[in-house]
């Protein structure tokens, strides 16, 4: 089993920077080439995607809302994933999600991510 945990979520201005960080664990981690992925889900909202990357951190996709103003980004030597969060929007407001899954290829659907992380709250004041 992959266990994920989030961090670095908080409250934050408008125009405002965060990155948040993902730490992997587990024994199948570093025997699978995991992509990872990013996904938010704000109160009574569904969950959506944000960002991934695949294995090589080579191949990377953006939700359109987000674009040019978030980095995705994986040190597999850490077992992390990280997504930097430039210009935040009130919008941005969510809980954010860490996702793995075994398979190297970039994904940007939920559904195909095994793993889930507790997610982290990101609050971003007007």
């Known amino acids: 089993q992959v266990q994920l945990v989030e961090s670095g979520g908080g409250l934050v201005q408008a125009g405002g920077s965060l990155r948040l960080s993902c730490a992997a664990s587990?024994?199948?981690?570093?025997?699978?080439?995991?992509?990872m992925g990013w996904f938010r889900q704000a109160p009574g909202k569904e969950r959506e995607f944000v960002a991934a990357i695949d294995w090589s951190g080579v191949s990377t996709r953006y939700a359109e809302s987000v674009k040019g103003r978030f980095t995705i980004s994986r040190d597999n030597a850490k077992n992390a994933v990280y997504l930097q969060m430039s210009s935040l929007k009130p919008e941005d407001t969510a809980v954010y999600y860490c996702?793995?899954?075994?398979?190297?290829?970039?994904?940007?659907?939920?559904?195909?991510?095994?793993?889930w992380g507790q997610g982290t709250q990101v609050t971003v004041s007007s």
């Open positions: 996702a793995a899954d075994e398979s190297e290829l970039v994904k940007i659907s939920a559904p195909l991510y095994e793993y």
């Open positions: 587990g024994r199948t981690f570093s025997r699978y080439r995991y992509a």
